[in-house]
Every structure is written in structure tokens, then in C-alpha cells.
């Protein structure tokens, strides 16, 4: 960690504090899971400014699919087959 603390732009990709907890429940089975997300890229991602993979480099392709489709990875794979998002 450096002691940078100037604005946004010089932010890298890697430091990013996780202050916002997210909890999402599965469209399908109503599993909860809770992320935990940097706020300023959450909210950018909401409002499509910044990619999911970029905004949250962190979470796993399945986690992400979980976050934007509130289906989770378990019913994912019931509804759509085996995990397309293998690694
Ligand atoms: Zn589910």
C-alpha cells in the first residue's frame, strides 16, 4: 500500500479500498451473498462508466455473474450447464 491519497485519477488498479458491502440474493433460490466492492467503482459500473471486470477486478467471473444477474452460481450452472466462466 502507498500513502497516495490524491483523486481519482491516479488511483491503480490493485489499491482500491473495498468500503461498500453489497448483499445479493439469488433470483432463483433467494441465497444471499455478500461482496465486498469499492463504492466508487460500484457506482460507476451502475452507471455503466467502467466494466464489471474492470470495476471489480477482485470478484471471480462467477461472483461478477452473481452480482449482475442475481443468479448464483449454483443455479447459473443448473440453468445454463457447466460454468462457462472457468478459468
Ligand atoms: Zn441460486
Known sequence: MT????DDANRSDTD???DL???VTCDA???TATFQV???RYTAWRERRM???DAFPHLSAPDRE???SRVCRDCWT???GPNPFAD
Open 66 to 68: 452473481y452480482l449482475k
Open 16 to 18: 482500491t479500498p473495498l
Open 29 to 31: 433460490c433467494r441465497k
Open 21 to 23: 458491502s453489497i448483499e
Open 3 to 6: 500513502a497516495n491519497t490524491t
Open 38 to 40: 469499492n463504492h466508487d
Open 78 to 80: 443448473a440453468m445454463f
Open 51 to 53: 466494466l464489471m471486470q
